[in-house]
């Protein structure tokens, strides 16, 4: 059975995705034992669903306010940035934390064989859901350009 070119490039993008998060890790790694201090990052929890020409994504960001948070799109690289708000303004003695705290910064790469036309997002009780509108690129391959028929 042939696969739809929307779920071959949803492949590709979670391909692309995986591949680049197991580079950061190699990375990060290599600085540690390298004696570098390497930066820790947090990557907040995050959905990504197809549906109906559309990439939907759901990234968990609780406590963060709409006026400390960045959606920018450009060709085909969505990113979010912004900051967790601090759990304590005062000086305290923490004795264990888990939450999330400080900067964030989250990269996506949409399909290569496709454009995003349109995109919205919202941010309501800590999960901001961005919407991308995909558009299916031209093909490029030469096999399916007009031909030249001779007589």
């Not at 085909?76 to 000086?91: M, N, S």
Request: proline share 7%.
């Amino acid at each position: 059975m042939p696969v739809s070119a929307p779920t071959q490039a949803l492949d590709e993008l979670l391909l692309r995705k995986r591949s680049n998060d197991e580079r950061l890790t190699e990375l990060l790694q290599a600085s540690v034992a390298e004696g570098k201090n390497a930066p820790t990052r947090f990557h907040p929890p995050y959905d990504l669903f197809h549906r109906n020409g559309e990439l939907i994504l759901s990234i968990e960001l609780p406590g963060v306010l709409s006026s400390d948070l960045e959606v920018s799109l450009d060709a085909q690289r969505l990113v979010v940035t912004g900051r967790f708000p601090e759990v304590l303004e005062i000086e305290t003695t923490r004795l264990h934390s888990s939450r999330a705290q400080g900067t964030f910064r989250c990269e996506f790469v949409t399909p290569e064989a496709q454009q995003v036309g349109s995109h919205e997002f919202v941010l309501a009780n800590g999960v901001l859901q961005i919407r991308l509108k995909l558009i299916l690129l031209p093909t490029s391959d030469p096999a399916d350009s007009p031909k030249l028929l001779e007589d």
